[in-house]
């Protein structure tokens, strides 16, 4: 059974940082990417960042130049690090991977969500 277990977030003043953690677990074959979304308080859910098993790396404008994603591969776990967190930050953040479970199959898992909170 795969699983995805997300960790780091809490409660952050602005200008603050946090890094969040996402480690995939029963992974029988191989990881193609792994990433972030997040979803506030009366919005929908968007996308934040993504890196993939060949190093393509995607930011989304709202976040771009302020986090920074990477991945252990040996792990099968990715981090966001998270600078100069901003009020509109404030997000439920779910973790994804796209993962292979068979010889031509594979499936997106999502992770339980961890609560990012910034505020003064």
């Known amino acids: 059974e795969v699983q995805l277990v997300e960790s780091g977030g809490g409660l952050v003043q602005p200008g603050g940082s946090l890094r969040l953690t996402c480690a995939a677990s029963?992974?029988?074959?191989?990881?193609?990417?792994m990433g972030w979304f997040r979803q506030a308080p009366g919005k929908e859910r968007e996308g934040v960042s993504s890196?993939?098993?060949?190093?393509?790396?995607y930011y989304s404008d709202n976040v771009k130049d302020r986090f920074t994603i990477s991945s252990d591969s040996a792990k099968n776990t990715v981090y966001l690090q998270m600078d100069n967190l901003k009020p509109e930050d404030t997000a439920v953040y779910y973790c994804?991977?796209?993962?292979?479970?068979?010889?031509?199959?594979?499936?997106?898992?999502w992770g339980q969500g961890t609560l990012v909170t910034v505020s003064s």
């Open positions: 890196i993939s098993s060949d190093g393509l790396i």
């Open positions: 029963g992974v029988d074959f191989d990881l193609y990417a």
């Open positions: 994804y991977a796209h993962i292979q479970v068979s010889i031509e199959g594979s499936v997106e898992e």
